[in-house]
């Protein structure tokens, strides 16, 4: 009977400690417009030759009507006009970016 209460105690005291911190794990993820957005000195944006402003590219296989909006890799609700990005981790792009690894979403 002894082990059941130490037991018990030992569970409620357990219980106490992780509720708190439970509750931490349990939030919701940030939002797309809380997250910064790809600056225009961005490392990785400069590789990746992104804009804000696809009609602005001047990359030489820019097409007319390709956007982040309409890319595979972008993320969040269609409509935002900030999303993030799977090629940007933690960063969101404009719906009417463009980079030079745009691909298509599939039909």
């Not at 931490?24 to 990785?44: G, K, R």
């Not at 935002?80 to 719906?95: E, I, M, N, T």
């Amino acid at each position: 009977m002894r082990n059941s209460h130490l037991s018990r105690r030992r569970f409620l005291r357990n219980l106490a400690i992780a509720g708190p911190a439970g509750s931490l794990l349990m939030t919701n993820p940030a939002l797309s417009q809380d997250l910064p957005h790809v600056a225009a000195d961005d490392p990785q944006g400069m590789a990746l030759q992104y804009v804000e402003d696809a009609t602005t590219s001047k990359a030489p296989n820019y097409k007319a009507g390709q956007t982040c909006a309409n890319c595979n890799f972008i993320q969040g609700a269609d409509g935002d006009a900030y999303r993030p990005c799977q090629l940007f981790p933690g960063k969101s792009v404009s719906a009417g970016g463009w980079c030079i690894s745009w691909v298509a979403k599939p039909s």
